[in-house]
Protein backbone atom coordinates (compact mmCIF):
# COMPACT_ATOMS: atom_id res chain seq x y z
CA UNK A 1 0.00 0.00 0.00
CA UNK A 2 1.11 3.48 -0.79
CA UNK A 3 2.17 5.58 1.69
CA UNK A 4 -0.39 8.10 1.15
CA UNK A 5 -3.25 5.62 1.57
CA UNK A 6 -1.35 4.54 5.00
CA UNK A 7 -2.02 7.49 6.43
CA UNK A 8 -5.83 6.16 6.23
CA UNK A 9 -4.97 2.84 8.04
CA UNK A 10 -6.44 2.92 11.44
CA UNK A 11 -4.60 0.51 13.84
CA UNK A 12 -7.72 -1.62 15.19
CA UNK A 13 -11.64 -1.29 13.58
CA UNK A 14 -14.68 -1.85 16.02
CA UNK A 15 -18.76 -1.26 14.62
CA UNK A 16 -19.05 1.26 17.75
CA UNK A 17 -16.87 1.39 20.76
CA UNK A 18 -19.30 -0.06 22.95
CA UNK A 19 -18.86 -3.04 21.60
CA UNK A 20 -15.47 -2.86 22.23
CA UNK A 21 -14.12 -4.34 25.61
CA UNK A 22 -12.49 -1.80 28.08
CA UNK A 23 -9.80 -4.55 28.73
CA UNK A 24 -8.77 -4.61 24.80
CA UNK A 25 -7.19 -0.26 25.67
CA UNK A 26 -5.20 -1.94 29.16
CA UNK A 27 -3.99 -5.00 26.61
CA UNK A 28 -2.50 -3.21 23.91
CA UNK A 29 -0.46 -0.52 26.52
CA UNK A 30 -3.08 1.90 26.03
CA UNK A 31 -2.90 4.76 28.76
CA UNK A 32 -4.99 7.61 27.09
CA UNK A 33 -8.17 7.66 25.15
CA UNK A 34 -8.83 10.31 22.96
CA UNK A 35 -12.36 10.01 21.68
CA UNK A 36 -14.48 11.72 19.05
CA UNK A 37 -17.75 12.95 20.00
CA UNK A 38 -20.28 12.92 17.37
CA UNK A 39 -20.88 10.06 15.61
CA UNK A 40 -18.63 8.05 17.69
CA UNK A 41 -19.76 8.27 21.24
CA UNK A 42 -23.14 9.64 20.75
CA UNK A 43 -25.23 11.42 18.16
CA UNK A 44 -25.08 15.36 17.35
CA UNK A 45 -28.73 15.30 18.87
CA UNK A 46 -27.41 13.91 22.44
CA UNK A 47 -27.13 17.27 23.93
CA UNK A 48 -25.61 15.35 27.09
CA UNK A 49 -24.42 11.51 28.16
CA UNK A 50 -26.55 8.81 28.47
CA UNK A 51 -26.93 6.30 31.42
CA UNK A 52 -24.68 4.00 28.80
CA UNK A 53 -22.45 6.25 27.62
CA UNK A 54 -21.77 7.29 31.36
CA UNK A 55 -21.49 3.11 32.38
CA UNK A 56 -18.81 2.63 29.62
CA UNK A 57 -16.60 5.50 30.37
CA UNK A 58 -16.85 4.92 34.03
CA UNK A 59 -15.37 1.32 33.31
CA UNK A 60 -12.71 3.25 31.23
CA UNK A 61 -11.70 5.37 34.61
CA UNK A 62 -11.91 2.29 36.65
CA UNK A 63 -9.25 1.17 34.60
CA UNK A 64 -7.01 3.48 35.24
CA UNK A 65 -7.24 5.15 32.17
CA UNK A 66 -7.35 8.65 31.32
CA UNK A 67 -9.92 9.79 29.12
CA UNK A 68 -10.89 13.07 27.02
CA UNK A 69 -12.95 14.08 24.27
CA UNK A 70 -11.38 15.78 21.36
CA UNK A 71 -14.44 17.56 18.65
CA UNK A 72 -14.26 19.04 15.79
CA UNK A 73 -17.68 20.62 16.69
CA UNK A 74 -17.84 23.78 18.67
CA UNK A 75 -17.47 25.26 22.23
CA UNK A 76 -20.93 25.08 23.46
CA UNK A 77 -21.80 21.66 21.96
CA UNK A 78 -18.72 20.20 23.55
CA UNK A 79 -18.68 21.81 26.78
CA UNK A 80 -22.14 20.67 27.89
CA UNK A 81 -21.73 17.25 26.37
CA UNK A 82 -18.47 17.14 28.13
CA UNK A 83 -19.82 18.43 31.58
CA UNK A 84 -22.04 15.76 31.46
CA UNK A 85 -19.81 12.88 30.85
CA UNK A 86 -17.27 14.45 33.71
CA UNK A 87 -14.55 14.74 30.91
CA UNK A 88 -11.94 17.28 30.02
CA UNK A 89 -12.55 18.23 26.36
CA UNK A 90 -11.13 19.71 23.53
CA UNK A 91 -13.83 21.46 21.23
CA UNK A 92 -12.78 22.92 17.81
CA UNK A 93 -9.83 20.77 18.03
CA UNK A 94 -9.59 21.32 14.23
CA UNK A 95 -8.79 17.55 13.05
CA UNK A 96 -7.10 16.29 11.00
CA UNK A 97 -4.70 19.45 11.91
CA UNK A 98 -2.51 18.43 15.40
CA UNK A 99 -1.39 21.38 16.84
CA UNK A 100 -4.21 21.96 19.59
CA UNK A 101 -4.53 18.44 20.20
CA UNK A 102 -0.61 18.40 20.48
CA UNK A 103 -0.53 21.44 23.00
CA UNK A 104 -3.44 20.17 25.20
CA UNK A 105 -1.70 16.75 25.84
CA UNK A 106 1.49 18.51 26.59
CA UNK A 107 0.07 20.21 29.20
CA UNK A 108 -1.46 17.38 30.41
CA UNK A 109 1.97 15.81 30.23
CA UNK A 110 0.38 12.67 28.40
CA UNK A 111 2.71 10.65 26.36
CA UNK A 112 1.81 10.29 22.88
CA UNK A 113 2.98 6.45 23.00
CA UNK A 114 0.56 5.49 25.08
CA UNK A 115 -2.46 7.11 23.82
CA UNK A 116 -5.63 5.70 21.64
CA UNK A 117 -7.45 8.20 19.35
CA UNK A 118 -11.26 6.44 19.11
CA UNK A 119 -13.44 8.11 16.17
CA UNK A 120 -15.89 7.39 13.34
CA UNK A 121 -14.37 9.38 10.45
CA UNK A 122 -11.09 8.38 7.93
CA UNK A 123 -10.68 11.74 7.29
CA UNK A 124 -10.51 13.55 10.23
CA UNK A 125 -9.76 10.54 13.05
CA UNK A 126 -7.63 8.08 11.43
CA UNK A 127 -5.54 10.74 9.29
CA UNK A 128 -5.43 13.10 12.20
CA UNK A 129 -4.19 10.39 14.89
CA UNK A 130 -1.67 8.96 12.06
CA UNK A 131 -0.39 12.41 11.81
CA UNK A 132 -0.18 12.97 15.16
CA UNK A 133 1.47 9.71 15.54
CA UNK A 134 -0.74 7.95 18.24
CA UNK A 135 -2.95 4.72 17.61
CA UNK A 136 -6.72 4.73 16.46
CA UNK A 137 -9.41 2.97 16.66
CA UNK A 138 -11.88 3.36 13.81
CA UNK A 139 -15.70 2.59 14.25
CA UNK A 140 -18.53 2.77 12.14
CA UNK A 141 -20.92 5.90 12.56
CA UNK A 142 -22.59 5.68 15.58
CA UNK A 143 -25.99 6.43 14.07
CA UNK A 144 -27.05 7.21 10.74
CA UNK A 145 -27.78 11.03 10.99
CA UNK A 146 -24.63 13.46 10.14
CA UNK A 147 -24.62 17.05 10.66
CA UNK A 148 -24.42 18.51 7.72
CA UNK A 149 -20.67 19.64 8.53
CA UNK A 150 -19.79 16.51 7.87
CA UNK A 151 -21.93 15.09 5.07
CA UNK A 152 -18.96 16.13 2.47
CA UNK A 153 -16.55 14.18 4.32
CA UNK A 154 -18.74 10.91 3.93
CA UNK A 155 -18.69 11.58 0.38
CA UNK A 156 -15.13 10.34 0.22
CA UNK A 157 -15.30 8.34 3.69
CA UNK A 158 -17.38 5.57 1.97
CA UNK A 159 -15.43 4.52 -0.89
CA UNK A 160 -12.55 4.76 1.38
CA UNK A 161 -13.75 2.37 3.60
CA UNK A 162 -14.70 0.07 1.61
CA UNK A 163 -11.40 0.06 -0.24
CA UNK A 164 -9.40 -0.45 3.47
CA UNK A 165 -12.03 -3.56 3.62
CA UNK A 166 -11.44 -5.04 0.52
CA UNK A 167 -7.45 -4.56 1.10
CA UNK A 168 -7.98 -6.26 4.17
CA UNK A 169 -6.72 -3.22 6.19
CA UNK A 170 -9.51 -3.02 8.72
CA UNK A 171 -8.12 -4.91 11.48
CA UNK A 172 -11.11 -5.84 14.31
CA UNK A 173 -10.49 -4.78 17.88
CA UNK A 174 -11.34 -8.42 18.70
CA UNK A 175 -8.12 -10.04 16.88
CA UNK A 176 -5.60 -8.55 19.35
CA UNK A 177 -3.61 -10.86 20.97
CA UNK A 178 -3.86 -13.63 18.64
CA UNK A 179 -0.93 -14.84 16.42
CA UNK A 180 -3.30 -15.14 13.22
CA UNK A 181 -3.33 -10.81 13.48
CA UNK A 182 0.25 -10.23 11.67
CA UNK A 183 0.04 -9.62 8.31
MG1 LIG B 1 -17.36 11.99 14.49
Redesign the pocket.
Known amino acids: MRKRVKKFVPTYYAKNIYEVDPIFFKAIGVETVLL ?1 L ?3 LASYKELTASDRTKEYLKKLIDLGLKVYLVSNNRGKRVREYAESANLKYIAGARKPLRSRTKKFLKNEEIDLKGVMMV ?3 ILTDVYFANRLGVKILLTDKLVSEDQWTTRFNRIIDRPLRRRLHRKNKLKEWHTYGSRTEES
Open positions: DDNTGDQ
